[in-house]
């Protein structure tokens, strides 16, 4: 079993960065592929970013495409999120999740492709 712990949402004004961070326990992540995922007020969850588990394969969605980083820490099992230039439509809880094993370093989008999931953390972004 793999637990997932997000922390580093917040309070942030338009324009301004936040670095999220997913941090694993219980099994390692380090061949498991992961992903943020968010879900905004009456909003349905939609997919942020993932990162393959070897790091280097990263996958955005359009609307934070330049202004969004995901990278990983396979030594501390730690993926982050980096967000810069926060508009009020990226108010949301974010997610991480985690894919089963996998020797593919291909990432989705698909909520349904990870296996286990963060309690969420909690962006606010006022304008």
């Known amino acids: 079993q793999v637990q997932l712990v997000e922390s580093g949402g917040g309070l942030v004004q338009t324009g301004g960065s936040l670095r999220l961070s997913c941090q694993a326990s219980?099994?390692?992540?380090?061949?498991?592929?992961v992903g943020w995922f968010r879900q905004g007020s009456e909003k349905e969850r939609e997919f942020v970013a993932a990162v393959g588990w070897d790091g280097r394969s990263t996958s955005y969605v359009d609307s934070v495409k330049g202004r969004a980083a995901i990278s990983r820490d396979n030594v501390t099992d730690t993926v982050f999120l980096q967000m810069n230039s926060l508009k009020p439509e990226d108010a949301a809880i974010y997610y991480c999740a985690a894919s089963s094993p996998t020797s593919s370093t291909d990432t989705s989008s698909e909520s349904s492709d990870y296996e286990f999931w963060g309690q969420g953390t909690q962006v606010t972004v006022s304008s």
């Open positions: 219980g099994s390692t992540i380090k061949s498991r592929a």
